[in-house]
């Protein structure tokens, strides 16, 4: 009997670090983004068309990491919009994926939203919110909770959908509606 309420109790622990992790993680966004002034600002966000013209790497990666969150994540708290940038930064990093934003976001079957056209975003309070959500993930300014959070995860799908590939993964979190894998 003591054996079997031992892993009950430590899977508790567990859940209950968790959470404080999360709990942790989430005020520190708020506040940081309570002191950027460009969510309070009304900075124009930059669109597709006027990016194409641009040479800057780090706006096109800006703008894609934001437009995947929106389309993948916009309907999700804060932290389930950064949970899906982190993944697709962590894409970036992995030998199997293309090696800029837009090319792992723009990869066939890959991200439901994206189907080789882009429409913009009509929701512009959350779409600013993606923008900054994902300038704070490429300047570094989030915190390490959620990036160690996600144990390096490079997939993930909605909740209400069963993908075959999870076969092969291994789950990490779920946060909001997405659940996060790992190879």
């Not at 942790?24 to 009304?42: D, E, Q």
């Not at 950064?82 to 090319?103: E, H, M, Q, Y």
């Given at each position: 009997m003591k054996g079997?309420?031992?892993?009950?109790n430590q899977k508790g622990a567990n859940m209950q670090t968790l959470l404080k992790r999360v709990q942790v993680?989430?005020?520190?966004?708020?506040?940081?983004?309570?002191?950027?002034p460009a969510v309070h600002a009304k900075e124009k966000v930059p669109t597709l068309a006027e990016l194409t013209t641009t040479k800057d790497?780090?706006?096109?990666?800006h703008y894609w990491l934001a437009m995947n969150m929106?389309?993948?994540?916009?309907?999700?708290?804060?932290?389930?919009?950064?949970?899906?940038?982190v993944v697709t930064?962590?894409?970036?990093?992995?030998s199997r994926?293309?090696?800029?934003?837009?090319?792992?976001?723009?990869?066939?079957n890959q991200f439901s939203w994206y189907n080789g056209q882009v429409k913009a975003p009509t929701n512009m309070k959350i779409w600013k919110e993606c923008y900054e959500a994902a300038r704070l993930l490429l300047t570094n300014r989030v915190g390490n909770d959620i990036i160690s959070l996600l144990e390096g995860a490079t997939?993930?799908?909605a909740s209400y959908v069963s993908p075959s590939w999870k076969k092969n993964k291994v789950k990490v979190v779920q946060i909001g509606d997405h659940i996060f894998y790992k190879p």
């Amino acid at each position: 009997m003591k054996g079997e309420t031992a892993p009950t109790n430590q899977k508790g622990a567990n859940m209950q670090t968790l959470l404080k992790r999360v709990q942790v993680f989430v005020l520190v966004i708020l506040m940081s983004l309570s002191t950027i002034p460009a969510v309070h600002a009304k900075e124009k966000v930059p669109t597709l068309a006027e990016l194409t013209t641009t040479k800057d790497s780090s706006k096109i990666d800006h703008y894609w990491l934001a437009m995947n969150m929106y389309y993948e994540a916009g309907h999700e708290p804060l932290i389930g919009k950064i949970a899906v940038g982190v993944v697709t930064l962590n894409r970036v990093r992995d030998s199997r994926f293309p090696k800029s934003v837009k090319a792992v976001v723009t990869e066939p079957n890959q991200f439901s939203w994206y189907n080789g056209q882009v429409k913009a975003p009509t929701n512009m309070k959350i779409w600013k919110e993606c923008y900054e959500a994902a300038r704070l993930l490429l300047t570094n300014r989030v915190g390490n909770d959620i990036i160690s959070l996600l144990e390096g995860a490079t997939y993930f799908h909605a909740s209400y959908v069963s993908p075959s590939w999870k076969k092969n993964k291994v789950k990490v979190v779920q946060i909001g509606d997405h659940i996060f894998y790992k190879p």
